[in-house]
């Protein structure tokens, strides 16, 4: 899902985790619970890397 999102809008945010279709899998809280405090660096990396 992540990969379709950035593919159709160049970056990923924490707002888009809230948002269709990311929210029907848990959204921000679901990420926060398998990422915990990471959470922030896997997004700007997936951000920085899928945009490059």
């Given at each position: 899902?992540i990969?379709?999102?950035?593919?159709?809008?160049?970056?990923?945010?924490r707002?888009?985790?809230?948002?269709?279709?990311?929210?029907?899998?848990g959204?921000?809280?679901?990420?926060?619970?398998?990422?915990?405090?990471?959470?922030?660096?896997?997004l700007?990396?997936l951000?920085e890397?899928?945009?490059a």
């Open positions: 899902m990969r379709d999102h950035v593919a159709n809008s160049f970056h990923i945010e707002d888009d985790l809230e948002m269709s279709p990311f929210d029907g899998q959204g921000l809280g679901k990420m926060y619970q398998l990422f915990g405090a990471k959470m922030d660096t896997l700007d990396e951000n890397v899928l945009v």
